[in-house]
Structure formats: structure tokens, C-alpha cells
């Protein structure tokens, strides 16, 4: 299994750069993390989306299951996300892309080729820590799903 995270702006060295790190390395899967600046802003929110769209869509592995990270999609608890990527692992994915889009979101075009929309609640949170919670519950899930005890319910 791959997993992709591909995001937005560039993470600083910092605390959230430490935390996603620690928990991306206790991972047997293989990962990788694309950032995408950026440099010239477009005059408006739905032009800055498209621009942004064609990148992010390149970075996608071909052929991997695409999850965006979006305010308005499912809230999962812990173990249906696991249970979500053990399914996509079953079924021959061998690639999973994660998307977290810029400050004003993901434009249609994106979030419409995705498998899973996810959110990580009703609360909009800062696109830094967005990475750090994602990267915790990837690894949650493996966790999950190989009998780690490191998830309790």
C-alpha cells in the first residue's frame, strides 16, 4: 500500500511538521507528501480552486482510490475509515490519495472524482493541522486493522 498526501502550501518546520513525521514513520506502508505552492494568486476564490484542481489532480497516483478532505463530507469514526481502506486494499488498490485543498476549498472538478469525501467533523480546521489529524488516523487505521493495540474503543 501507498499512501499519498497531497496538499496545498508547504508545511514549516514546527510541530506539526514534527507530529506528522512521527506518525507517518511508524507506518509500514509506504508514503509520500506532495506540496503544492502556489506563487501567483488568482484575482478570485473560483479561479485560485480551478488552478489549484489541475495540480492537485496531476499529483494523484493513476489509478489510486482518492479521498478529499472536505468540510462537507462523512464524518467517519476511526474504525469505518479503517475498515474503508482495508476494503479499497481488498479490492486491489495499491495506491490511496489524500487531498486537502487551500484556503478557500476543493473546486468541484476535484471533489468529484473522489471515492470518499471526508471531514474530520463539523469545525473548520487549520489546513496544518488538517495534515496532523490525517496522518494520526491513517495510521489509526492500520493499527485497526493489523490488531495493534494502539486504538482503544
Excluded at 111 to 119: E, I, M, T
Amino acid at each position: 500500500m501507498h499512501i499519498s498526501i497531497i496538499a496545498i502550501g508547504r508545511m514549516q518546520r514546527g510541530p506539526e511538521h514534527t507530529l506528522v513525521g512521527d506518525y507517518l514513520k511508524r507506518l509500514p506502508w509506504k508514503h509520500s507528501i506532495i506540496e503544492i505552492e502556489i506563487k501567483k494568486q488568482s484575482a478570485n476564490a473560483e479561479e485560485r480552486k480551478l488552478r489549484e484542481a489541475d495540480r492537485l489532480l496531476a499529483a494523484v497516483p493513476d489509478g489510486a482510490a482518492l479521498v478529499v478532505l472536505d468540510e462537507g463530507g462523512k464524518a467517519l469514526n476511526s474504525r469505518a475509515f479503517a475498515a474503508k481502506l482495508s476494503d479499497w486494499q481488498s479490492t486491489g488498490y495499491s495506491d490511496i490519495a489524500f487531498v486537502i485543498g487551500g484556503a478557500d476549498g476543493l473546486h468541484t472538478s476535484v471533489r468529484d472524482k473522489a471515492h470518499l469525501k471526508l471531514a474530520f467533523g463539523a469545525l473548520t480546521w487549520p489546513h496544518m493541522l488538517v495534515r496532523v489529524l490525517l496522518s494520526e488516523q491513517i495510521y489509526r487505521a492500520w493499527s485497526i486493522n493489523a490488531g495493534h493495540p494502539y486504538h482503544r474503543d
